[in-house]
């Protein structure tokens, strides 16, 4: 899709790792320090709409991630979601998945899309943080 920013961003410089399937990268309005995508290569509206080895590996992906996340922001819980269809909240309908570090000290509920854009320096640590740890492919996928 020519101006899908899901199908336009797969080289930007948010992306943290990329395989053929899927790619992940650090969402530009993070609900918690570390939020990460994982995003299909090809376009699909939904993970319903996916192929199965598709969003099966994006889930895969979103379990590897969550425990590196998890890990490296030192984070006291993990949101793995898929939001499907507007009125599950998904607003660029392109298939992707959140990883959303928590923490106890933060508040339980959030909304997507409504925080602000992510600092450019945030971006710069996370980028150097994770990319250490994230260009190698997780070796059972
Ligand atoms: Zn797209």
Redesign the pocket.
Known sequence: ?PD?I??LQQDGDSVVYKDEKCYVMLDKYPVSRGHLLVISRD?YETVLDAPRDVSGHAFLLADHFAKVVKEEMEADGVNVTANIGKAAGQVVM?MHIHIIPRYLNQARNYNFGTGKEIDESVKQDLMTRLSARTHRPPSDL
Do not use: P
Request: aromatic share 16%.
């Open positions: 899709m899908c899901f199908c376009h392109h």
